[in-house]
């Protein structure tokens, strides 16, 4: 027979263990883990950057604010693609054995097409804060959504600022990825017509000196009225450096893979290179946006780009999607954003059917080192000077 105290000891050791498990049950929710699949690394770096920067702030708001779906505290799973289709298979297999319901990303078209069946197969909500390619809309399939517009619809706006200005010849340099090719297509096909024409097209892999030195002869050979670079911000730079060498330089176009480091990168060879923006106001009176600004700011000693408060909509609209669902899968959060309508920093996001978001990009020029509207850019003497009507 065991002694009393022994029977004692039990009952209390017991008594413990049903007070903790109780404790643990009526104790703070599970946290909610999400996927990002961004480019930490490799040629789109320097947007990853700022999308992982945009994704900390909009964790830290959610949280600071009580979590998600009744008060789960929400993390973040992060895998950088390098850039890569291949690496970012394995980054989307990893997420995808975690168990997250939704994935931040990826950053780039070209890798955001790569997963599209991987996304299908194993139904797993991607929302992208920067991929464009117009091919995503009919590819991407009812598991990928994007907070970023189509370049359908930047393609258009560029094709028909060159027939304001009533150039004739265009001519295009074009990275030879799904982005730079599409966007370039879309361009194509809006601005020709009548006397209207692509004097050049170039897709290029890679830039080396000899490749852009070989570019712009034939540039020069050809006499464009304007030069459309369909490329990533890097290789802009380098094109704009080459350009500015030249006697008689074309205006130089952009796209909205361009971001404020292009003054950076390119220096005063940047001045007067007009490109679109998906417009992200960081003077904005705005109490939402004042405050995602003011936080980025301290944080990172810089203002955030339009890719940084993309970042920042994109986990914002996936949290608002989990608080309207009392299941957290992916699925649920498919339909839920099907029918979403949130007003984010960089403006009211709704969904086609397409999962895109239905945004037009405003023009932005480059003027004493600062990028400006291209209005005011336009009223100034070197944009008098370049855009003679």
Not at 68 to 74: D, E, F, Q, R
Not at 190 to 212: P, Q
Not at 309 to 334: F, K
Request: with cysteine; hydrophobic share 40%; charged share 25%.
């Amino acid at each position: 027979m065991k002694p009393r105290f022994a029977r004692s000891t039990l009952s209390l050791f017991v008594l413990m263990l049903v007070l903790v498990g109780l404790l643990s049950a009526c104790g703070e929710p599970k946290p909610i883990t999400i996927g990002a699949l961004i480019p930490e690394t490799g040629p789109a770096a320097s947007y990853g950057r700022t999308i992982h920067q945009g994704i900390e702030i909009a964790v830290e708001d959610i949280n600071a604010a009580g979590g998600v779906a009744g008060g789960h505290k929400l993390l973040v799973e992060y895998r950088d693609t390098h850039t890569s289709a291949p690496q970012a298979k394995v980054g989307l297999q990893e997420l995808v054995d975690l168990g997250v319901p939704a994935i931040i990303g990826p950053g780039t078209s070209s890798v955001a097409l790569s997963l599209v069946p991987d996304i299908n197969r194993t139904k797993v909500l991607l929302v992208s804060p920067s991929a464009s390619s117009p091919r995503l809309s009919s590819e991407g399939g009812e598991w990928f959504y994007r907070v970023y517009p189509s370049d359908i619809v930047e393609g258009f706006r560029m094709a028909n600022f060159c027939r304001d200005m009533f150039w004739t010849k265009i001519a295009i340099i074009a990275s030879d990825d799904p982005f730079g090719r599409g966007i370039a297509d879309v361009f194509t096909k809006k601005y020709e017509a009548g006397v209207r024409e692509i004097v050049l097209r170039e897709n290029f892999k890679t830039l080396d000196d000899a490749k852009v030195d070989e570019l712009i002869k034939k540039i020069q050979k050809v006499r464009p009225d304007a030069v459309y670079l369909a490329a990533y911000v890097d290789d802009v730079a380098i094109l704009l450096k080459k350009f500015q060498g030249l006697r008689n330089r074309p205006p130089l176009l952009g796209t909205s893979a361009v971001t404020r480091e292009i003054v950076k990168k390119a220096g005063q060879a940047a001045e007067g290179f007009v490109f679109p923006q998906v417009y992200f106001d960081c003077e904005s009176t705005d109490p939402d946006t004042c405050s995602f600004v003011d936080k980025y700011r301290k944080r990172y000693q810089e203002d955030p780009d339009t890719f940084a408060a993309h970042a920042y909509d994109a986990v914002r609209v996936v949290a608002a999607a989990m608080n309207q669902t009392p299941v957290i899968n992916s699925s649920a959060l498919t339909g839920e954003l099907a029918r979403i309508a949130y007003k984010g920093v960089t403006g009211n996001i709704q969904f086609d059917q397409n999962g895109d978001v239905v945004r037009a990009p405003s023009l932005f020029a480059v003027l004493g080192g600062e990028i400006v509207p291209f209005e005011k850019f336009k009223e100034a003497r070197l944009g008098q000077e370049i855009f003679k009507q």
